[in-house]
């Protein structure tokens, strides 16, 4: 079964400091999600990579997506308070059309200090 | 706000007893997707439903069931609860399949 594995478990950064989390899968992307949960809550859809090379960017995150080295990694530029949460990177490990069944990691705790 | 919207927010209740969680999706969302968030095992792909079928299926315990019903609301009932069950329930629609999925808040379900 396909497995996630992000890196760091926890960070805490210096407001204004630029991060990047990674995203590590045991098995071939075929595509790969990144979100963010403030603790208990929801979690909110960042981006969603599909292509290997592909990079996305929304607002000051970044995201990109290496098929190779079957790896996702999440940038943030000039961090601020409102980044602070968890982030989590699902994969589907089936490519079943119709289906949809996400595999996540055990999420990044990301904490930024004023 | 998602757009997704799960009843009850919070729920106590005991072992063995039965209990029904609900959730409307987005306007518009045709698939419907469930999953377990716990402390210990992280968050769990439970069953996915698209136009009332059922799509997709994880490690969903026999004691859980879910349907989704004509309007496109689903409801997962979970019977025979154990203290273990305790977690946070994510509910999560998108327009089609293999696309985003929003995420409603959840159920927080305490099994006492």
């Known amino acids: 079964s396909q497995e996630l594995e992000q890196s760091p478990q926890s960070l805490i950064v210096q407001e204004g400091k630029n991060l990047t989390i990674n995203c590590t899968s045991s098995?071939?992307?075929?595509?790969l999600y990144w979100y963010k949960q403030k603790y208990g809550e929801g979690l909110i859809f960042l981006m969603m990579?599909?292509?290997?090379?592909e990079e996305k960017s929304h607002e000051k995150i970044t995201a990109k997506l290496d098929e190779k080295k079957q790896q996702s990694s999440l940038h943030i530029t000039a961090s601020q308070p409102s980044h602070a949460g968890i982030y989590l990177c699902?994969?589907?490990?089936?490519?079943?059309?119709?289906?949809?069944?996400?595999?996540f990691g055990q999420g990044t705790r990301l904490t930024i200090n004023p | 706000d998602s757009g997704v919207t799960q009843t009850p927010k919070h729920l106590i209740t005991a072992t063995g007893q039965r209990v029904t969680l609900r959730c409307s999706p987005r306007?518009?969302?045709?698939?419907v997707y469930w999953y377990q968030q716990s402390l210990d095992q992280g968050l769990q792909f439970l069953i996915q439903?698209?136009?009332?079928?059922?799509?997709a299926k994880g490690n969903i315990l026999e004691r859980f069931s879910a349907q989704q019903f004509p309007d496109l609301h689903s409801e997962l009932n979970l019977s025979s609860l154990e203290l273990g069950d305790s977690a946070l329930y994510f509910c999560?629609?998108?327009?089609?399949?293999?696309?985003?999925?929003?995420f409603g808040q959840g159920t927080r379900l305490t099994v006492v």
């Open positions: 999560a629609s998108s327009t089609h399949m293999n696309t985003e999925a929003f």
């Open positions: 306007s518009g969302d045709l698939s």
């Open positions: 439903y698209y136009n009332g079928e059922e799509r």
């Open positions: 990579l599909q292509k290997g090379g």
């Open positions: 098995k071939t992307l075929y595509g």
């Open positions: 699902g994969a589907d490990p089936d490519i079943i059309q119709g289906a949809q069944k996400l595999v």
